[in-house]
């Protein structure tokens, strides 16, 4: 990883908040402005990256030198999962702790990723032994973003989150807040789905940026096709903008020399 530029941990600290789409779409979006990416699926349990971007079925090898060479995604996004090391999509990983923080290590410290402008990690959900393990390893050389749902419920468990990477030293460059609100495409009237505002409420409490946030979608759940992603097969859709417009935010505030919190 010492050709990586920018390594951003995507972290939340509960299941079921969309962390694995938006790390996915965020790559995505970068990649779009020409930059060079590259995408580590860390979550061993629950990988989902693969699928969210097409690459179901894929396999990774290594080089002459022992080093893994990540699958080439969408838009030559490089791409690694544990799946790929897997028989099959629904392989359970039936792994305790110390065989997990060893394979985090490997995938770390073996993985080939060349020269890349921005490599986003997504985290598993929470802070356990894995989340820890891929945090103390990076410590000061990666930024983190914090993905909520606007519930009071998830403010609660994501504010540990952002805790979490402060206390270790991670800086934070902000929170996304994921499904904020549906507008329906036949009467265009907008439904608040999870009423509230935790991800403003967390970046006022814990001083931190408020990178925006991303409207729900049901389209989101379709398989899009093989190495293909929503932004690329919805590029029009108010998901696909509010993704571009955190992006910007994140690629201004690391390049343009903004302080994060």
């Known amino acids: 990883m010492s050709k990586v530029k920018h390594k951003i941990v995507i972290v939340s600290g509960k299941g079921g908040v969309g962390k694995s789409f938006v790390a996915a779409s965020l790559a995505v979006a970068t990649a779009m402005t020409g930059r060079s990416v590259g995408v580590l699926d860390a979550d061993i349990h629950g990988p989902s990256i693969p699928r969210i971007m097409?690459?179901?079925g894929y396999s990774v090898f290594a080089d002459i030198n022992g080093n893994i060479i990540p699958v080439e995604g969408p838009l030559n996004i490089?791409?690694?999962?544990?799946?790929?090391?897997?028989?099959?999509?629904?392989?359970?990983?039936?792994?305790?702790?110390?065989?997990?923080s060893r394979a985090i290590l490997e995938m770390l410290a073996r993985v080939n990723w060349g020269e890349l402008d921005y490599l986003y990690i997504?985290?598993?959900?929470?802070?356990?032994?894995?989340?820890?393990?891929?945090?103390?390893?990076?410590?000061?050389?990666?930024?983190?973003?914090?993905?909520?749902?606007?519930?009071?419920?998830?403010?609660?468990?994501?504010?540990?989150?952002?805790?979490?990477?402060?206390?270790?030293?991670?800086?934070?460059?902000?929170?996304?807040?994921?499904m904020k609100g549906f507008t329906?495409?036949?009467?265009?009237?907008?439904?608040?789905i999870f009423p509230g505002d935790a991800g403003i409420r967390i970046a006022r409490e814990e001083n931190i940026e408020y990178l925006g946030s991303i409207p729900l979608d049901p389209r989101v759940n379709?398989?899009?096709?093989?190495?293909?992603?929503?932004?690329q097969k919805y590029p029009e859709s108010p998901?696909?903008?509010a993704v571009t417009e955190i992006c910007s935010r994140i690629i201004r505030i690391l390049e343009g020399g903004k302080e994060e919190h």
Do not use: H, M
């Open 184 to 192: 329906c495409p036949k009467c265009n009237t907008y439904y608040d």
């Open 54 to 56: 097409g690459l179901n």
């Open 122 to 178: 997504d985290l598993p959900p929470g802070t356990g032994d894995e989340v820890l393990t891929i945090a103390q390893q990076l410590s000061r050389n990666a930024r983190a973003i914090v993905v909520t749902i606007p519930t009071e419920l998830s403010r609660v468990i994501v504010r540990k989150a952002v805790k979490f990477c402060k206390q270790l030293g991670i800086p934070v460059i902000g929170i996304v807040e994921n």
């Open 78 to 100: 490089l791409v690694f999962s544990v799946q790929f090391l897997l028989p099959s999509e629904d392989s359970p990983v039936i792994w305790r702790g110390p065989l997990k």
């Open 239 to 241: 998901v696909a903008k």
């Open 222 to 231: 379709e398989y899009t096709g093989r190495n293909q992603t929503f932004l």
